[in-house]
């Protein structure tokens, strides 16, 4: 089983950059699609980015495309999630979360198996 703990949030400026970044327990780390999903206060939790089993497929939410990358390294059982150009819209916890689905097929909470605590990102105006 794997588990999942994020790190790298925090406060920054409006215009900053924060990379976030997910460390998984566990062996199967490479057969699942990894993803990040976020929820700010008064509101339902939403998609951020998926990547698939071999990073060769990425996908992200229209409000941060061009803006976030998602990454990951199988070897050090790792997804990241760099942010530039942040705005006070982006402040939400954030969320890693691991699926058993193909990337194109997980964007919904629905998707996910498993998931991380969460991790605060606040952006300032």
């Known amino acids: 089983q794997v588990q999942l703990v994020e790190s790298g949030g925090g406060l920054v400026q409006a215009g900053g950059s924060l990379r976030l970044s997910c460390a998984a327990s566990?062996?199967?780390?490479?057969?699942?699609?990894m993803g990040w999903f976020r929820q700010a206060p008064g509101k339902e939790r939403e998609f951020v980015s998926a990547?698939?089993?071999?990073?060769?497929?990425?996908f992200y939410a229209d409000s941060v495309k061009g803006r976030f990358t998602i990454s990951r390294d199988d070897a050090q059982n790792t997804v990241s999630l760099q942010m530039n150009s942040l705005q006070p819209e982006d402040t939400a916890i954030y969320y890693c979360?691991?699926?058993?689905?193909?990337?194109?097929?997980?964007?919904?909470?629905?998707?996910?198996?498993?998931w991380g605590p969460g991790t605060q990102v606040t952006v300032s105006s």
């Open positions: 979360a691991a699926s058993a689905l193909w990337a194109r097929n997980a964007r919904f909470d629905k998707d996910y198996v498993l």
């Open positions: 566990g062996r199967t780390f490479s057969r699942y699609t």
């Open positions: 990547i698939g089993y071999s990073a060769d497929s990425t």
